[in-house]
């Protein structure tokens, strides 16, 4: 044998440069299916948060084995198009693409920037005009009118009305309140000028009513100091909200749309 080869220097650096190009190859082949350290991290705390501890060495073999063969199937779907007919899939992939686009960093914005956007959008940040009232259900109109004049006469109203699952008094309600509770448009039909004084009858879901309305809160601006948490809320979605509606723009730009 030449001396050459006799030599451990070469050997070495012969199966050293072997062995790169092996795992050069087998790290470049587009088809690897490659078990990485953070998947084998994640493959192991999705099984530490639903079994509640950590799996033993038999068990981690598994969930790998069943993880290889998940992801080769996976990417069989792919290659074959399974995905574009799948409107499920479609939804699923554009939410995440969403929250790719609105996960941008935003900077904390100093305190004349939320000042700005509070009173931009103060109608957010007002509370509306809220209604004080008690109130008497009637399923007839005729039976209302009669408990009107016998309230115009000094009849007590706690002797008065018709049982219902509607409460007697309400306080501090506002219009969605009063549609939501009485049906659409009861709130239009109060007469907010006059109080202290029963009105009627007003028709709503339920039937009839007379109403003594005894307070109305005009609508009240929450102050920015009371609303800045809220202010800071609404002002980080609105930057995600314009950073995914840029991110569509772009996409939008550097596609060609056709409609055939």
């Given at each position: 044998m030449p001396t050459l080869l006799r030599q451990p220097l070469l050997w070495f650096l012969c199966i050293s440069g072997a062995l790169?190009?092996?795992?050069?190859?087998?790290?470049?082949?587009?088809?690897?299916?490659?078990?990485?350290?953070?998947?084998?991290?994640?493959?192991?705390?999705?099984?530490?948060?639903?079994?509640?501890?950590?799996?033993?060495?038999?068990?981690?073999?598994?969930?790998?084995?069943?993880?290889?063969?998940?992801?080769?199937?996976?990417?069989?779907?792919?290659?074959?198009g399974l995905e574009r007919e799948d409107?499920?899939?479609?939804?699923?992939?554009?939410?995440?693409?969403?929250?790719?686009?609105?996960?941008?960093?935003?900077?904390?914005?100093?305190?004349?920037?939320?000042?700005?956007?509070?009173?931009?959008?103060?109608?957010?940040?007002?509370?509306?005009?809220?209604?004080?009232?008690?109130q008497l259900t009637f399923r007839e109109e005729t039976s209302a009118l009669a408990a009107f004049s016998a309230l115009a006469s000094g009849a007590s109203a706690d002797t008065l009305g018709e049982s219902t699952m509607l409460n007697r008094a309400y306080s501090y309600r506002s219009a969605l309140d009063l549609n939501s509770t009485f049906g659409m448009g009861f709130a239009a039909r109060i007469d907010t000028a006059a109080l202290n004084t029963w009105q009627g009858p007003l028709k709503s879901s339920f039937g009839f009513h007379l109403l003594f309305l005894s307070s109305v809160e005009p609508q009240q601006a929450t102050p920015f100091f009371a609303a800045k948490d809220k202010v800071l809320r609404d002002y980080s979605q609105a930057n995600k909200k314009f950073a995914r509606q840029r991110y569509v723009e772009n996409l939008l730009d550097n596609t060609e749309i056709r409609i055939e």
């Open positions: 790169f190009i092996a795992d050069a190859r087998t790290a470049n082949q587009p088809d690897a299916i490659v078990v990485t350290p953070a998947v084998r991290q994640r493959i192991v705390l999705l099984w530490e948060t639903q079994m509640g501890a950590p799996p033993t060495a038999s068990e981690l073999e598994s969930l790998i084995a069943g993880w290889i063969e998940e992801e080769a199937l996976y990417r069989e779907a792919i290659r074959l409107s499920i899939i479609r939804r699923r992939l554009v939410q995440k693409l969403n929250f790719i686009a609105e996960s941008d960093p935003v900077a904390e914005p100093e305190e004349a920037t939320l000042e700005a956007f509070y009173l931009s959008n103060i109608g957010d940040y007002t509370l509306p005009e809220r209604l004080t009232f008690r």
